[in-house]
Every structure is written in structure tokens, then in C-alpha cells.
């Protein structure tokens, strides 16, 4: 049976992702059968795993780390928000119901025997479990019935290190902060903690560590300087979506959707330093010298169709068409681009039929079945293999599917107008394919670079374990574990 050691944050966005990712390839690096766990994630960039399910997309990169396949019972509860106020509850890697959070409180106890079967599941199978807590701890309000934090690590009796990020300032109150709101059970599971996000020379804050230690009794296990290759990882969260100014002068312009999802479509675009991907938040209007505009997948196409016209983004669009200028839109953007969105059983809100964008002659009509797997296939005009995933409700079909511009399992699919310009289709990781991304962007302007992402992706992940190995102290993480006892 697998050891294990929880990484939790003394707040959000601390960079437990990051950190649990560098754990899990330095550990793999040193022989080790390592698997990734987060109990629970809240995300709509997630990932299709190889056994038909969906987990956050964070998970699906840690997997990488740890040289496996992404499965469900990495991430067996996956929350995907659909309002402010709700969010649908995928469990094991499927749909189980949408409920508002109040609702959603009181669902949390019938999860957690199938979160510790996925987690016993995968101990079966590894040497060490590397489990990404959610939020912080400290948020003692939500302790009842909690499977993402200290519920989890009481059920499953691990030991708990806590990571704080000094970027933001206050990091000492962080730790001392969480040591003083933690009840007595809690407080002795955590058996360390590091810091992460230090910029400039580490020994500066010796003392601050000596004043953590000495108010909390935890051993320091490290200080984390800022990893500057971060961005060549995929984002999970969508405020760590950011531009990139930087390139040839090709201009990659970005609507950001008010539920914008599966979002990892520009990972492998912002990685190429010959293309500037510009992010354009809600009041700003679509610059007009954008050569493509890409509308990215949403969880609520017909909100965010409603939120691209507030925004005043669809007279930005057709401006931008009129000028001869590109587009493309991915999943909900392909959607949003049609003429119609039918939803007769209100699967996204009120029932009815919702006028699209109208710069594809193709109509959606949404069903309740998703649609959930992993793709294989080619560009049509190139030839150049492609490979994607789908996740997505609704079908879309018209006059301009016979524009497809992909051949996906024996099928032709997506949509085109008549002069190319506009496209659009379902598949989302198509510009992952170097050779397919180099041809779809040159044939509109671009002057691409010879980035081969996967290969970046991977020589980021080894810098990572290189940047674990050399500041946190790994070998007292793994005896934490139990995995030296």
C-alpha cells in the first residue's frame, strides 16, 4: 500500500499545483512509482482522461509528472461553476447533478466513500501519493463535512505539509494565522511547511522562518524562490491566464469569458515567441488590429454569448471580419458563432431559442448528453496529424459543415464560411500538434517559430523536479510520508 503527504496552502492560489507537480517528477527521478490525488477541485479548464472521464486539468499535468496516464481517481470530485452561485458535481469523472452551494454542503458527506475508494484505488498501484489539498485549512467554517482539506487527511490519516506564498506579503501570518485557527486534531497532522514564491536570495528570510518555527513548532522544509519557466506550464485557474505582449507582431486576441473553459488551447500559442496572445477582460473592446480573434470553450456558451454582447465584443467582431481579419472559435465559441443556439429543456437556463453570432451558417441544439472522449485525426488542407479531446453538450450541423476543415475518426467535421476566415469546431489541444499549429498559423500571416511545446512542457517539468531537489528538503519530506521508515 502506497505512502502519502498532503500538500495544502495557507490560501489560494499559493501554487500547491506547481509545487505538488515538481514533488511528483522529483520523486518519479528518483525511482519512486508516484501517483497524484486531489480529493477535490473546483475548475473549468479540465482534462479528458483515457478512461472517458474529466478531471482538473492541473491532475492530467501532474499525471505527466509522474510519467502515467490521467485517470479519474486522480481527482474524483471535480466542480465545475456554471453561475456565481451554482456548479455542476462531477464524480469519478462523470456527471452527477448541479447544485448551488448550499446545496452542494450537504451533498459533501455521500462523497467521501468514493473519494477514498479512488484514493485507495491508486495506492494499490504506487509507492507514494502525492495528495493537492484545495483553499486553506483555515477556513474553519468549512471544516464540517470537509473533503478537500483536513476532512480528507483525517479520513485518510496523512500527514499534512503547509505551503505559503510570500509573494503576496504576510506570509508569516499566514502560517502563524492557520496554527491559530486550527483545532488541536488538525493542527497534529501538519508536520511542516515551506514557503514558496520568494524572489531574490533565499537566506534573507532566515529569521523569518526561525519566527514560524518558533510560534508554530513546524520543521521549515524549505524555501521555493519564484520558478521563472511557471508560464511554460499549462494554466489550470483562469486568473492565471495572462498576455503576452512579446513576438513577431502576429496578434492573437482573446475574449475572456465570463465562464471561459478548457482554456489550455493557448498554452502551446503563448509558448511560441513569435505570437503575441493578448487576454481581453469584460469593458475592453477587441483591438482592432488583431490578425486572429479566437473564442475559447465556455461552461454556459449561452451567458457568455449574452456576456460577449454586453461587452460590445460583437461589433468588435464583425468589424474585424470586415477587415478581412480571422477567426476561430473552439467549442463554446464555435457555438457562439452560428446563427442559433436551440435549448429546448433549458439545459443552460431558460428554454428557448438564442440568436447566435451569425458568422457561421450552422445552428446548435443542446442536449443533456455530454459529449466526453479523446481524438485522433488530421487537418484536412495540410494533412498534418492532430490530436484533441471533446467535451461539450449540444450538436451542431448546417449549410457551412460542408466547409469542415478536419478529418477526426473517418468523419469530417467543424465548420468554415465560404472564404475561410471564420472556423470553428469542437476539438479542443489541436494546436498542441506542432506541425498542424505552424501550417493553420502561417496560412493566415504568421511567422512561426520551431517550438516543439511537448518537449517544452517536458523540459519544464524536469527543471521543476531540479528546482525541488535543490530547495526543499526531500528527504524529510519523504519520511514524513513514512516512505523512509
Not at 136 to 141: G, I, L, V, W
Not at 160 to 168: F, P, Q
Not at 249 to 258: A, N, Y
Not at 477 to 482: F, Q, R, V
Amino acid at each position: 500500500m502506497a505512502k502519502s503527504i498532503m500538500i495544502q496552502g495557507a490560501g489560494s492560489n499559493v501554487g500547491k499545483s506547481m509545487v505538488v507537480a515538481g514533488l511528483c517528477r522529483a520523486f518519479r527521478n528518483r525511482g519512486l512509482r508516484v501517483m497524484p490525488f486531489k480529493p477535490q477541485n473546483m475548475s473549468n479548464n479540465a482534462a479528458v482522461t483515457t478512461d472517458g472521464g474529466e478531471i482538473g486539468r492541473a491532475q492530467a499535468l501532474q499525471a505527466m509528472a509522474c510519467g502515467v496516464d490521467p485517470i479519474t481517481d486522480m481527482n474524483p470530485v471535480l466542480l465545475k461553476p456554471e453561475t456565481d452561485v451554482g456548479a455542476q458535481v462531477i464524480v469519478q469523472g462523470q456527471r452527477l447533478t448541479t447544485v448551488k452551494a448550499r446545496e452542494y454542503a450537504a451533498l459533501k458527506p455521500t462523497l467521501i466513500p468514493r473519494v477514498m475508494d479512488s484514493f485507495n484505488a491508486l495506492a494499490k498501484n504506487c509507492d507514494l501519493i502525492i495528495v493537492e489539498g484545495a483553499g486553506s485549512p483555515a477556513e474553519t467554517n468549512l471544516r464540517t463535512g470537509d473533503i478537500a482539506n483536513m476532512g480528507f487527511a483525517e479520513a485518510a490519516n496523512i500527514p499534512v505539509i503547509l505551503l505559503g506564498d510570500i509573494d503576496r506579503g504576510g506570509v508569516i501570518a499566514q502560517m502563524v494565522g492557520t496554527h491559530g485557527v486550527l483545532p488541536d486534531d488538525d493542527l497534529a497532522r501538519i508536520k511542516g511547511f515551506m514557503i514558496n514564491k520568494f524572489r531574490g536570495d533565499v537566506s534573507l528570510f532566515d529569521d523569518g522562518l526561525i519566527e514560524i518555527v518558533n510560534r508554530t513548532g513546524w520543521a521549515s522544509l524549505g524555501v521555493l524562490p519564484w520558478f521563472t519557466d511557471a508560464g511554460k506550464l499549462p494554466a489550470e485557474d483562469a486568473a492565471d491566464i495572462k498576455s503576452k505582449s512579446e513576438g513577431s507582431g502576429f496578434k492573437i486576441v482573446v475574449p475572456q469569458l465570463s465562464r471561459i473553459a478548457n482554456f489550455d488551447d493557448l498554452d502551446p500559442l503563448s509558448c511560441d515567441p513569435n505570437i503575441s496572445v493578448e487576454i481581453i477582460s469584460a469593458g475592453k473592446p477587441l483591438p482592432l488590429d488583431a490578425d486572429l480573434i479566437l473564442i475559447p470553450g465556455s461552461k454556459s456558451t449561452i451567458g457568455d454569448l449574452k456576456f460577449f454582447r454586453e461587452q460590445g465584443w460583437d461589433i468588435d467582431l464583425a468589424a474585424h471580419i470586415r477587415a478581412g481579419g480571422h477567426v476561430l472559435g473552439i467549442c463554446g465559441g464555435y457555438q457562439m458563432l452560428g446563427t442559433e443556439i436551440i435549448d429546448p429543456d433549458g439545459i443552460e437556463g431558460t428554454a428557448g431559442t438564442h440568436a447566435g453570432l451569425g458568422h457561421l451558417d450552422v445552428t446548435t441544439r443542446m442536449s443533456p448528453q455530454k459529449q466526453l472522449s479523446k481524438v485522433r485525426g488530421r487537418d484536412i488542407k495540410s494533412g498534418y496529424p492532430v490530436t484533441g479531446y471533446e467535451i461539450h453538450i449540444g450538436h451542431t450541423d448546417g449549410p457551412d459543415c460542408k466547409n469542415a476543415w478536419l478529418r477526426i475518426n473517418n468523419e469530417n467535421i467543424g465548420a468554415g464560411s465560404p472564404n475561410g476566415r471564420v472556423r470553428g469546431c469542437y476539438i479542443h489541444g489541436l494546436f498542441n500538434a506542432d506541425d498542424f499549429r505552424n501550417s493553420f498559423l502561417s496560412e493566415i500571416g504568421a511567422i512561426t517559430s520551431n517550438l516543439n511545446y511537448d518537449k517544452t512542457v517536458e523540459n519544464t517539468l524536469e527543471k521543476l523536479a531540479d528546482h525541488m531537489e535543490r530547495y526543499a528538503d526531500l528527504d524529510q519530506i519523504l519520511e514524513m510520508s513514512g516512505t523512509l521508515a
